[in-house]
């Protein structure tokens, strides 16, 4: 059974990779990884914040445009509060880089173009394969125009591609006005691969303490669907790769995403809940689905449910919005 894919210009040879998180912060887990099939690791990310230390940028990056609200100075973590500091993770990209064959992809979490992009250059210096850029953003200064937001996104893409030769893939939210306009635009800034979707952590509320709560909510495989709307319309309109990452907890959604045009399925929350053995059942599953189908590949199935590909295109449309509406029964 051929599983091998392209990503970012990479040869995989599957199309599962293990997604940022923590578990790939530990060389014995990527070493794991590797021999259960995963075609790539994203290692966990490191933060802007942690690169640019001095109390002047951290102020400006949190203050910039809110006067009113100085004291959300208060909230930002210190160095010492994170899991891993830059050099540390530099090591990590070395060793790692040394002990396993799969590419292995850095994070950089940032939100700024400014003088923490040097980083991605020791980044690329310290053996990494690629680059994933994740830009967690949250607009909530009510002045800021959805023009401003995207062109924060681009400038941020342009400094790290002029900074490395090496790939970058962007990994963005779903609540852009138009999502494939911004794929789109990211492409042509140079983003070799897009990653579908960030997931904001939003916080809840503690009723008997009148408190907010922050915590992680793993992702579910129901959280599949927006992605893969957009992967399945994004699909051959890019030339970047397409990755999905949300959701993937089976084979199941795995061969969905590929289906849709997905190069590649991306993995946190299934490892964190069921360990990293869990890869080899993603892996296996996969397997078993296209042999089932007398399928000798990955490549005979991806993009086949695309909105280019299917019979009816109209199925990502307005029109089967108002069909499904119209002819829903209760159960």
Avoid: C
């Avoid at 990503?7 to 995989?12: C, E, F, H, Q, S």
């Avoid at 909230?75 to 880089?97: G, T, V």
């Avoid at 909530?140 to 400094?159: F, K, N, P, W």
């Amino acid at each position: 059974m051929d599983l091998a894919t392209r990503y970012l210009g990479l040869d995989l040879r599957s199309p599962i990779v293990a997604g940022a998180g923590p578990l790939n912060a530990e060389l014995d887990n990527l070493k794991r990884l590797e021999d259960l099939g995963a075609g790539a690791v994203v290692l966990p990310s490191i933060f802007e914040e942690q690169v640019e230390r001095e109390e002047r940028l951290i102020e400006e990056l949190i203050t910039a445009g809110t006067d009113s609200y100085g004291e959300a100075l208060s909230y930002f973590p210190a160095q010492a509060a994170y899991a891993m500091d830059p050099e540390r993770y530099l090591d990590l990209i070395r060793r790692a880089s040394e002990a396993v064959d799969i590419p292995l992809i850095a994070s950089l979490n940032g939100v700024t173009d400014r003088g923490w992009i040097s980083y991605a250059r020791r980044i690329e210096e310290a053996g990494a394969r690629a680059i994933e850029l994740n830009i967690y953003f949250i607009p909530s200064e009510l002045d800021l125009t959805g023009q401003e937001v995207e062109q924060l996104y681009l400038d941020i893409v342009r400094a790290v591609r002029a900074s490395v030769t090496i790939p970058i893939a962007v990994k963005i939210g779903p609540y852009f006005s138009a999502p494939g306009h911004i794929a789109r635009r990211l492409d042509h800034e140079g983003a070799d691969g897009l990653v579908l979707f960030n997931r904001f952590y939003q916080p809840d509320i503690d009723l008997a303490k009148l408190a907010l709560i922050s915590d992680l909510e793993l992702s579910r495989p129901y959280e599949i669907r927006l992605p893969l709307l957009w992967i399945s319309l994004l699909a051959g309109r890019v030339k970047a790769s397409l990755a999905a990452s949300t959701g993937v907890e089976s084979a199941d959604e795995v061969v969905k995403y590929l289906l849709a045009g997905a190069d590649v399925a991306m993995t946190t929350s299934s490892l964190l809940r069921h360990g990293v053995g869990h890869m080899k059942a993603l892996v296996d599953g996969l397997e078993a689905w296209l042999a089932a189908r007398g399928l000798e590949s990955v490549s005979a199935i991806r993009g086949r449910m695309s909105q280019r590909n299917v019979a009816d295109p109209a199925a990502f449309e307005r029109a089967n919005y108002i069909k499904t509406l119209q002819f829903y029964r209760p159960p």
